[in-house]
């Protein structure tokens, strides 16, 4: 699924133009962004919990060359679905 069809379906089940609807989706991806940037996590009830961790920096190869090489540290982004979504995708 893609942003475009997050759009249509929230312009479908809502009644609402798809300028208004595209308005609102970017709104809402604009704040999460800035939730995780400002360093807080991103809780949704129901569906699960969006947060930023760091890695540390460390060593590894080149899986091609075998050179050894050194990985830079950095921030990634992690996803824990709730119980709620998980037993509606087992269900």
């Given amino acids: 699924m893609t942003k475009a069809d997050i759009i249509r379906n929230v312009h479908e089940r809502m009644g609402i133009s798809k300028s208004d609807s595209a308005r609102f989706v970017e709104s809402v991806f604009d704040i999460i962004k800035e939730t995780l940037a400002g360093g807080e996590d991103v809780k949704i009830s129901g569906?699960?919990?969006?947060?930023?961790?760091?890695?540390?920096?460390?060593?590894?190869?080149?899986?091609?060359?075998?050179?050894?090489?050194?990985?830079?540290a950095r921030k990634v982004l992690t996803f824990k679905s709730s119980q709620v979504l998980k037993k509606s995708l087992n269900d």
């Fill in 47 to 72: 569906f699960g919990k969006l947060n930023i961790k760091e890695k540390a920096a460390r060593r590894g190869r080149n899986p091609q060359t075998g050179e050894e090489m050194k990985i830079s």
